[in-house]
């Protein structure tokens, strides 16, 4: 997984946190290369991007980039051009030095310039997918707004989550097909708040060709989400009651999301994601009861010794591997601080978008060096043992 530095500047940068970076220091004498980049964020009608200002001798071009790219783009930009980076937030400006080699060294300093007025974060809660004022249907009949639109007092919580959850969603947004109808299945949907948001945000708002599927154990939910389906006229929403493993109808789709499926119901909906092969999967994973029953070592006995920090570290150990797993299998995975209404520690969503498509030995050998170490067997690995590469005889 990426550096601990780029984990926190992805933070900044999906939290609009970052109000200034600077890439200078040129790798290489090379006229036709910008000699400094840079970066401000911009909110524009369609959504949150950062803009990329390259300063070349006489000119300076502009780039809009959409902010679930900037990170990846500033690493692009860092590992073919520049050396140096100075990222600027309220809290700290923060200066990366880079080695010939791609080693980076890191200095925090108190912050030296000054936000934008109000914050970018207040002008982000202005610009919420969902805004105040303007009733979405579905978020009236979930008892969420009033119907002049107005947040109910006790939940606000609620519709913080479901606009975090969309602007995650648009960020990833360019890497889905645009050309044809996008199959989204959300699986362990419960009352489906945020399937419904989907939906008006795919649906309604975008005017996509979608259909979105959403599947449940429990009948009575699915029977409250048909019939509020039915009322909203959201014909292209199916409700489903079934078990995730056994879900066999598709043999394709573009999106898989799972939020808050206990334990292995998470790796059953990740392994059915990888087999349809689906562009995106986002997933907030809660339970990981099952690395927590077979996890041993004697030098984490401090932490495991514990029932509470082995149940934290059990967690954080079953989603990494999770990620290892994905991006062995060529997904870009990214570890995002999801709001959780509830204030659980169940707030952890990993984001993993399909890049390459053939499976990297490399992320495989570390995904086995930590799951050996553990001495731990996980599940998602067997729901997916066809796409590892096999041992050398
Ligand atoms: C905590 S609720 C989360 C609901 C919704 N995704 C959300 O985040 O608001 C978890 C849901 O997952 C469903 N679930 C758990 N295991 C499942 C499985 N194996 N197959 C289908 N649904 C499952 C449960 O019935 C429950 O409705």
């Not at 300063?55 to 783009?73: D, F, L, S, T």
């Not at 889905?176 to 939906?199: H, M, N, Q, W």
Request: hydrophobic letters at 40%; charged letters at 25%; one cysteine or more.
């Amino acid at each position: 997984m990426t550096e601990s530095w780029q984990q926190q500047l992805q933070q900044w940068i999906e939290a609009g946190e970052l109000y200034q970076g600077t890439l200078s220091q040129l790798r290489r004498k090379d006229e036709t290369l910008a000699s400094r980049t840079v970066i401000r964020p911009v909110q524009m009608k369609d959504g949150f991007y950062y803009q990329f200002e390259a300063h070349h001798p006489n000119k300076v071009y502009h780039e809009n980039v959409p902010a679930g790219r900037a990170a990846e783009r500033i690493a692009e930009l860092l590992d073919s051009q520049y050396r140096q980076a100075l990222f600027k937030t309220a809290e700290a400006d923060v200066q990366v030095l880079l080695s010939k080699k791609g080693k980076a060294a890191v200095l925090r300093k108190p912050p030296t310039g000054k936000a934008p007025a109000g914050g970018l974060q207040h002008n982000r809660q202005k610009n919420r997918i969902i805004r105040e004022g303007e009733a979405a249907p579905f978020l009236v009949e979930l008892g969420i707004m009033t119907p002049e639109g107005k947040v109910h007092a006790q939940k606000q919580d609620k519709y913080r989550q479901i606009n975090r959850f969309l602007e995650m969603v648009t960020d990833v947004l360019p890497h889905l097909p645009a050309d044809r109808e996008l199959t989204i299945v959300d699986f362990g949907c419960g009352k489906s708040y945020l399937t419904f948001a989907l939906y008006h945000l795919l649906a309604v708002e975008q005017r996509r060709d979608i259909r979105i599927i959403g599947l449940d154990l429990k009948e009575d939910v699915i029977l409250f989400c048909r019939k509020l389906a039915d009322k909203l006229g959201y014909d292209r929403l199916r409700f489903l009651v079934g078990d995730i493993a056994e879900y066999e109808e598709l043999r394709q789709a573009d999106m898989v999301v799972t939020l808050h499926a206990c334990d292995t119901a998470t790796d059953a909906a990740i392994a059915k994601a990888v087999n349809w092969g689906a562009s995106v999967i986002m997933t907030v994973p809660c339970c990981q009861h099952e690395l927590f029953r077979q996890v041993r070592s004697d030098a984490l006995s401090p932490i495991l010794s514990q029932g509470l920090l082995k149940e934290r570290f059990a967690a954080l150990a079953t989603d990494a591997a999770r990620g290892t797993m994905l991006e062995a299998l060529g997904y870009k995975v990214q570890m995002l601080e999801f709001v959780d209404p509830e204030h659980t520690p169940k707030n952890l969503l990993i984001r993993a978008v399909r890049g390459a498509s053939s499976v990297s030995r490399e992320k495989w050998e570390e995904y086995t060096r930590f799951r050996d170490f553990l001495h731990v067997s996980p599940y998602l690995e067997h729901a997916l043992e066809d796409f590892w590469p096999k041992p050398v005889k």
